[in-house]
């Protein structure tokens, strides 16, 4: 038997080119398909939360400029802030404008001016909206004191701090996208135990688990896409769970119309694995590494192998339609097992043996 296992890149080329191919699935262990399973939801993590960290880092690095550049010089102690320039610094924003005004009463002149506005004075800053005002006092900055040269200084440990709270949340986004697909995967075993049922493949749960496993790969690599991209698409889940449903069945029907054709129908190759099947048969002890569909010839001894054809020699110019064996075995419930090649012989009611009188 080819115990030879596929190797992580194959899995997932094969998991979506081919329904043909899932049958090495099989032959995988429930670790590995689970360590598939880790690594791509790894790879949906970082495409989900790449473009939040990339963003985040090029503030991060025009602040600098910005700051010198666009930031008035400022002093901020015990709570108080003093800002240097003429009133009101205006910093405008087609959606958000940034407005700064440290002398009494700005609060009282320039709220009512906007529907929208970030308000900075001397004690507080001002978050409104059209539903909503919220305030932060400078006060929580007690003891602090910051100015604008000291800031811009501040700004490298600033970055180090955003990169390990960066790392930190893209660490809990993956243990969050890992336990949802997980759960994404039980869901999508129903649909296989369904196919299973209907198809009566009298596959194990285990084998259903790892069909079901691989089938996401394309349905979550589109998903994650289009969650990126800036578009709305209504009824994903369905639409997950639908092209998913589509491998699934592919892989089964496959899979039973292997096992029809080698003429086993849910009976005994080990080929797919010791518990791929449901029931009493024993499928570990059989070979389809070299089995050729159809009517085959045997190829060596055995002392347990309950393939039809096992230790069979070719066909010579028989009527029988299956092979009869010439090798040696210990078990006979072989086809053929110990047999002598019959050579030109036909069935012919009509015929006597000539050398019955004899």
Request: proline fraction near 5%; charge should be negative; include cysteine.
């Amino acid at each position: 038997m080819n115990n030879k296992k596929t190797n992580i890149f194959k899995c997932f080329i094969y998991s979506i080119t081919s329904f043909d191919n899932y049958k090495l699935f099989l032959r995988e262990s429930t670790g590995k398909a689970i360590g598939y399973l880790v690594l791509l939801s790894l790879l949906i993590s970082i495409a989900i939360f790449a473009p939040f960290f990339s963003i985040a880092n090029e503030v991060a690095n025009a602040a600098p400029n910005f700051i010198d550049e666009v930031i008035p010089d400022f002093n901020l102690v015990d709570g108080q802030l003093e800002v240097y320039g003429d009133m009101p610094i205006v910093m405008d924003s087609s959606d958000l404008p940034v407005v700064i005004d440290t002398t009494p009463g700005a609060e009282d002149r320039l709220l009512y001016q906007y529907d929208s506005i970030i308000l900075i004075t001397q004690d507080k800053m001002i978050l409104k909206n059209y539903t909503e005002r919220q305030e932060y006092p400078h006060s929580a900055y007690t003891g602090l004191e910051l100015t604008k040269d000291s800031l811009i200084e501040a700004l490298p440990i600033i970055k180090t701090y955003m990169t390990v709270a960066f790392i930190f949340i893209g660490i809990l986004v993956y243990i969050f996208v890992l336990i949802v697909k997980f759960i994404t995967v039980f869901i999508a075993s129903i649909i296989g135990l369904i196919v299973n049922s209907s198809l009566k493949t009298n596959l194990s749960y285990k084998s259903i688990f790892k069909i079901s496993l691989f089938a996401m790969t394309l349905p979550l690599i589109v998903c994650t896409i289009l969650d990126v991209l800036p578009v709305n698409i209504p009824f994903m889940p369905v639409l997950f769970y639908a092209g998913t449903g589509v491998y699934i069945y592919g892989a089964i029907r496959s899979i039973k119309r292997e096992l029809t054709l080698a003429g086993a129908d849910n009976g005994g190759y080990g080929y797919y694995g010791n518990d791929t099947f449901n029931g009493n048969i024993n499928y570990g002890n059989s070979n389809l590494g070299n089995y050729n569909y159809g009517n085959p010839t045997g190829t060596g001894d055995t002392t347990d192998n309950n393939a039809p054809g096992a230790n069979s020699a070719p066909l010579e110019d028989n009527d029988y339609g299956n092979p009869t064996g010439t090798g040696n075995t210990t078990d006979n419930n072989d086809l053929g097992a110990n047999n002598a090649p019959l050579e030109d012989n036909s069935l012919n009611e009509n015929d006597d043996s000539n050398d019955r009188t004899e």
